[in-house]
């Protein structure tokens, strides 16, 4: 039997909503990339990375994507026998809401995570280049 659609509305709710103020151990993240058991690596502000666990009322409900962000809370020292250093409270979907929050990072800034100076210029949409052209 699947999950009632409330649960599920209510969890999708609760994403689209920041929070007004943060808790000292609450820290927005940006995702890395999944490591499966609903742990995923994400990167802090400084760049340091870690992993956290994702709660339990978002499994199986809310999709969480690399580069995408979540509001984590991290465990005290020691409080737990798992590999996750925390635990992802809440998923950032409607992004625009949060930037607007005064607690997002500058570290985060739409274009800090979006380029890559390494990067050629795309050729998507483009035509290939024809072999009549003369060098």
């Known amino acids: ?10 969890a999708a709710d609760e994403t689209v909503t920041p ?3 943060l808790a000292a151990n609450q820290t927005l993240v940006r995702v890395i990339r999944p490591e499966g058991s609903n742990l995923f690596v994400c990167a802090l502000p400084s ?8 709660a339990q009322r978002f499994r199986n409900t809310i999709w969480v994507k690399r580069g995408g962000f979540a509001l984590a809370e991290r465990y005290e020292d020691g409080a737990t026998d798992t590999r996750a250093q925390g635990e992802m409270i809440n998923i950032v979907r409607a992004e625009k809401e949060w930037r607007k929050m005064p607690y997002w990072p500058k570290e985060f800034a739409k274009a800090a995570y979006n380029q890559d100076d390494s990067e050629e210029e795309s050729t998507v949409g483009k035509m290939p280049p024809s072999d009549s052209e003369d060098d």
């Open 1 to 10: 039997m699947g999950r009632p659609n409330r649960d599920l509305q209510a």
């Open 19 to 21: 929070p007004a103020v």
């Open 47 to 54: 760049q340091k990375t870690l992993v956290l666990e994702l």
